[in-house]
């Protein structure tokens, strides 16, 4: 079982301590042995025993006797010295192992949340993206392929960084899946956005076709083309409304498509009942049909724009429904798996267990050891104890051999309990005795005990400090997240009471709009209307003076009439004399006259007649005399109250005038407030989806950063410990 000196760990390390060890081992051979001193050998058998026995001890060497320590039992000093010293270099391994290790694993379990919060976040943004692009906005559809590539990407590394768990399998099927959807959408997102183009185009052009068929309807009074222009002007409004409501269906909804087909074929039925009116049309009215016209034409377009995508539209809704149904049940998995991997954060339990283990192993095999050689110096201070008794005839350069080294021994022990109770400052003094070599390697021991425990203090000092400003840092840091969590909050909500305001000015601004285009028609339709009463008191007036006239003419020849009527009286009452003189002359004549007696009576009776109906056309003649006179009159009042009327008239029509000006101007400023009330609301919408996503942010880097104070003070927690547990050592 005994090596060779040139395995011990024990065997020097320099030639002057080369020296000394075979200076200690000749100076051994030495001594005297029992057959030098023959009257001691002879004078007991017991001595000669003891001396025979001290010589075997002698011989066997100073490693030869077992030293028995705790956990080890009993063994040769150097088969210790060889195990203790693999211990002391395994627990220094142990706990670089542990330190790398340890390091190692916690950047790994950054890592895995790092990559689970950036996959969770951005299936968040793909999901509100889909969910933009079902409401119609064709931004969405543009923005769909770099969001799927981005969170097929945060997916990948998610799956290369090794998180355990069931759920990251699903994880990658589903973007699996998303991938295929998103591929969907990109396909039918041409024929979604030539829809969306094709509704706006419809909504505004019906809108303007409304204008058109109102300002038709006010132009052309009761006509049939005011009729048509009111079938117009409700087949216009039916397709808006249409329209409206195709848009917030599903793509085939083949109830609305067909009542937006008949609105369509209506309007058609209107404008060719207009286009047969043109001939009677007035040039404002023509103009207003020509372009109505051109509108229905643009409508036409757009409608088979519509019908041709309704088949691709389709599938593209059905996809981004799709896509927002696979984001959503993905979103709970991918928030389990960022919370599995924020509580793996920090350092893992087996690499602080290593670093103890290691410590300890290094600490108790150099304890061990260091008692090692104190219970072997004991063993050779028991053999020396042995030998001066056995020997104690021996010759005094024995004795004095013997006390030197039992000095040294002494002295070696006495170091020894010191460095055993902690002070590693002391060292073995190290001389020609027998106890050099150990000395020496006690020393080289304790100087590489007395490096390590060094750095440890100073690893330990540097963890503490470090981890005393990483605390203070992080805790600023958590103050100030949180604060910044308040600031962002109600940031956020007072920009979301200011959207919610602007978005009420906007709608306040489009209604007033709207009044304002109402009061605009209607001020133009009662100027228009003026302008006609105007027209038609001067026609009324023309024609009051020409009926005056034409009186005037009538009153003049009832008065010839009357003239006339007077002497038909004179011839009535001439003839009837005549009569009268004739049937006198006839009654005279007896019976020849008879004959001429009937004719004269008759003539007389026509004369009475003919003076009876002088006399009534005389009574009507003044009577017309004196009603033409009241007409005529009547007729002087009217031309006067007509142009009062035709000034009156006048007046209003500059008042209409100006309130239509005003009107027109009033309606552009409200116009542009709209506009602009419109524009600030999209502003305020997106600067509040914004803040909301730094809020979500800045929640998750506040978790974070309370984790890793609570991490950093368990860290510093550990460092004083270990720095407590080496306090004991004395190094300098």
Known sequence: MNKTPSSSPSTPHSPALADRHDTAESLAQEQPSPASFPEKANAHP???EGH????????????????????????????????????????????????????????????????????????????VTATNGISGQTQAYKAIPDGTGALLQAIGQLEQSGLAGDSVGPVVQKGSEIQNIAWQVATGSRALEEREAAFANIESTTAHLSELASNLSAASGQSPIQSAARRLLASSESMHNAVAVLRLSNASNSAVQ?????????????????????????????????????LHTALNASLQTIQSTVEPAQQAQ???????????????????????????????WYGILLIALGIVLSAGSGWLMARAHILASRNKY???????????????????????????????????????????????????????????????????????????????SKVAETTGEVGTTSSKLLAASNEQLREILETGRSILDMAQRINHVSAQAQESS?????????????????????????????????????IKRLGESSQEIGEITELISDITEQTNVLALNAAIQAAS????G???????????????????????????????????????????????????????????????????????????????????????????????????????????????????TQQVQELSQVAEELHQSIARFKIA
């Not at 001020?523 to 009463?533: I, L, R």
């Open 594 to 708: 008879r004959g001429f007696s009937v004719v004269a009576e008759e003539v007389q009776r026509l004369a009475e007649r003919s003076a009876d109906a002088t006399r009534q056309i005389a009574a009507l003649v003044k009577t017309i005399q004196s009603d033409t006179q009241d007409a005529v009159s009547a007729m002087e009042r009217c031309t006067a109250g007509v142009v009062e009327g035709a000034s009156l008239s006048d007046r209003a029509g500059t008042a209409l005038s100006e309130i239509d000006q005003v009107s027109r101007t009033l309606s552009k400023l409200v116009e542009q407030i709209s506009d602009t009330a419109l524009h600030e609301a999209t502003l305020a919408n997106q600067v509040a989806e914004s803040i909301q996503h730094i809020f979500v942010v800045t929640e998750q880097t506040s978790e974070g950063t309370r984790s890793t």
């Open 52 to 127: 025979d026995s001290a010589s075997l001890i002698d011989a066997s060497g100073p490693d030869s006797n077992p030293v028995l320590l705790p956990l080890l039992g009993a063994a040769p000093l150097r088969q210790h010295t060889r195990r203790l010293s693999g211990a002391f270099a395994g627990g220094v391994a142990l706990a670089v192992v542990g330190l790398l290790l340890g390091s190692w694993q916690a950047h790994e379990r950054s890592l895995r949340y790092t990559h689970a919060t950036d996959t969770l976040v951005q299936a968040q943004r793909l999901n």
């Open 258 to 294: 067909e009542a937006l087909q008949q609105a369509f074929q209506s309007a058609g039925s209107a404008l060719q009942q207009l286009r047969e009116q043109t001939v009677a049309a007035n040039q404002q009215s023509l103009s207003l049909i020509i372009e109505a016209l051109g």
């Open 514 to 550: 709207s009044v304002a285009r109402q009061s605009r028609v209607a001020a133009e339709s009662g100027m228009k209307a003026v302008q006609n009463t105007i027209g038609g008191m001067n026609a009324i007036r023309a024609q009051i003076q020409e009926s005056s006239k034409r």
């Open 382 to 460: 028991a053999q020396a104890q042995t030998q001066q008794q056995a020997a104690s005839t021996r010759e005094q350069d024995a004795k004095r051999l013997n006390d030197a080294n039992q000095a040294a021994i002494l002295r070696l022990m006495n170091e020894l309990l010191l460095i055993a109770e902690g002070d590693l400052t002391q060292e073995a003094t190290v001389t020609e005795d027998i106890t050099g070599a150990i000395a020496d390697s006690i020393n080289y021991t304790i100087e590489e005990l007395r490096h390590l425990i060094s750095s440890v203090q100073a690893s330990a």
């Open 46 to 48: 017991s001595d000669a």
């Open 318 to 348: 059905d996809a981004l429904h799709k896509l927002a149904h696979h984001t959503d049940q993905m979103l709970p998995t991918l928030a389990q798996l960022r919370d599995q991997s924020h509580a793996q954060l920090g350092w893992p």
């Open 589 to 592: 004549a007896g019976e020849a």
